[in-house]
């Protein structure tokens, strides 16, 4: 068994700000969403190892809206550097990133952030 993917709900109509958060500031890609899906609104987001698929985050229209202050995706990096340039970044983006957890998790180094509706994520890398 895998993880296909997670959810992570958005108020309606904010395409624009999942994808200043997702794609601008993580880096994910845009992907379509099956026609099928498209009218319900929300977007999707994949992050790629060459043709592999690693992470897919899906923004689904919750309504109403209520942001998920403790659940939430949690992504894995490389290395500290891809960390800290990503936290760098994300924060740059305009968007709330923290640090005091940073040596919390036993053998990881990680960041918390909120995307533009107040979701709650995590990115880690392992350290050995």
């Known amino acids: 068994m895998r993880l296909h993917h997670v959810q992570v709900s958005m108020p309606r109509g904010g395409e ?21 899906l498209a009218g319900r609104g929300g977007c999707w987001f994949r992050a790629f190892d060459r ?4 992470a897919e985050i899906h923004l689904g229209v919750d ?15 490389g290395s500290v550097d891809e960390l800290e340039t990503l936290g760098a970044r994300v924060a740059d983006q ?22 533009g509706f107040g979701n709650r994520v995590e990115v880690l890398t392992a350290v050995v």
């Open 94 to 115: 305009g968007f709330e990133v923290w640090w005091d957890e940073r040596h919390s998790f036993a053998g990881y180094e990680r960041f918390h952030c909120r995307d």
């Open 16 to 36: 624009e700000i999942a994808r200043a958060f997702y794609h601008g500031a993580l880096g994910l890609t845009e992907v379509d969403k099956p026609d099928e």
């Open 51 to 54: 043709d592999a698929v690693t």
């Open 63 to 77: 309504d109403p809206f209520v942001a998920a202050r403790k659940a939430h995706p949690a992504l894995l990096l």
